[in-house]
């Protein structure tokens, strides 16, 4: 592949075609609150139910004890996980009925950091203690290279799976690609120069490139809607165990702590490095078992796009922010081997459950699947 220089290099969006159809508007809704699992989590969504965030002369919620809790809880487990995502998503949509303001409350922002450091201090550990180099050149190459033989999750769906395991796989997904490329806009404040100019372009790119209807965010609205899975944002919560949260959960993690732009820049390499192969194999799994041309669509416009992405993220956006802060390299391996370190997760996690005897990875399984669900595991993507 030619190696590219600029983002002028990016497609335009006159080399897209446009979808079959308009994106399903369902995905625009705002979520309900979701079912807490947990001490954390319940604490978080009663305080998010109660009403506006209480005044300063009569405390702050959630209680002190929460906070202590979150130093103690399982970093990846389902309440720690839930309950961070339900604040992380004050940031974005918000949840039906929750005053707004809570985004700032500093009461949950004092319950966040607790958890969000357990978080992160086990994302350091654990990618401390994986196998490779230590440094930005090591960690990208690892991704470049996919060992012999290797059979991950989308190409056991390219070649052996079955229907339910492509609709469970893809209201998993959904958590995140319904707001695909927002976590990585916070970054963009935090950049200067040829890495916030590169950045930029490629996320105009996975907005759409000025065409609404292209926008990746609503390709993956119109996937779920032409699988007959529900479209609207954030209807599959409360069926995704903790390590799919934890996928998007570290993404906001970084996008959000100034510190941690070096971790979110790294973060959004390695997605676009392995995002074109396993996006050619979703596109082949879908055609196999006779899904329609908008779930299609989607996995096909990430085999161009993502393809031209790993280049400038790579040479551009990397590059550029390590001229300008070599400092930040350590951060930069973080994000890449974190990534992998979480998808290997939840990978371990569906194959599973989908092996004898096949039991949903799902917390509710959809109909159709087989009851029960598998505790998470270890795998290759």
């Known amino acids: 592949m030619t190696v590219l220089q600029s983002p002028e290099h990016l497609p335009g969006p006159a080399h897209r075609r446009p979808p079959p159809s308009p994106p399903p508007r369902a995905g625009q809704a705002v979520p309900a609150l979701p079912a807490p699992r947990g001490p954390l989590s319940r604490a978080v969504v009663a305080a998010l139910a109660a009403g506006p965030p209480p005044g300063p002369a009569r405390g702050r919620a959630p209680a002190a004890h929460a906070v202590r809790r979150a130093g103690t809880a399982d970093p990846y487990g389902e309440d720690l996980q839930l309950a961070l995502h339900t604040c992380y998503e004050l940031h974005y949509r918000g949840f039906a009925g929750v005053d707004p303001d809570w985004e700032w409350d500093p009461g949950l922002l004092r319950l966040r950091g607790a958890m969000e450091a357990s978080f992160l201090a086990a994302l350091r550990r654990d990618t401390a203690t994986r196998p490779g180099g230590t440094g930005v050149r090591d960690a990208l190459e690892e991704l470049l290279t996919e060992p012999v033989g290797a059979r991950g999750v989308t190409h056991h769906l390219r070649d052996d799976g079955q229907w339910w395991q492509l609709l469970e796989h893809a209201a998993l997904r959904s958590v995140y690609h319904l707001k695909e490329a927002d976590p990585h806009a916070w970054v963009v404040p935090r950049l200067r120069g040829r890495a916030k100019t590169a950045l930029v372009a490629v996320e105009h790119d996975e907005f759409g490139g000025g065409r609404p209807e292209m926008i990746h965010q609503g390709l993956y609205a119109g996937l779920l809607d032409e699988l007959g899975l529900d479209p609207s944002y954030g209807a599959y919560v409360d069926a995704a165990p903790a390590v799919m949260l934890a996928t998007v959960n570290m993404m906001s993690l970084f996008g959000l702590r100034r510190s941690l ?116 595991g270890v795998g290759s993507r």
């Open 261 to 376: 732009r070096g971790a979110l820049v790294g973060h959004f390499a390695a997605a676009e490095i392995t995002t074109a192969p396993a996006a050619r194999r979703m596109a082949r799994a879908l055609e196999r078992l006779g899904a329609g041309p908008r779930a299609v669509l989607f996995y096909t416009e990430h085999i161009e796009a993502d393809a031209v992405h790993e280049q400038v993220l790579r040479h551009d956006v990397i590059g550029g922010l390590l001229e300008d802060e070599p400092g930040l390299a350590g951060d930069v391996v973080l994000g890449v081997r974190a990534t992998g370190l979480l998808e290997d997760r939840l990978a371990g996690h569906l194959l599973g459950s989908w092996r004898r005897p096949p039991r949903s990875s799902l917390r509710r399984p959809l109909p159709g699947s087989p009851a029960g669900s598998a505790p998470p």
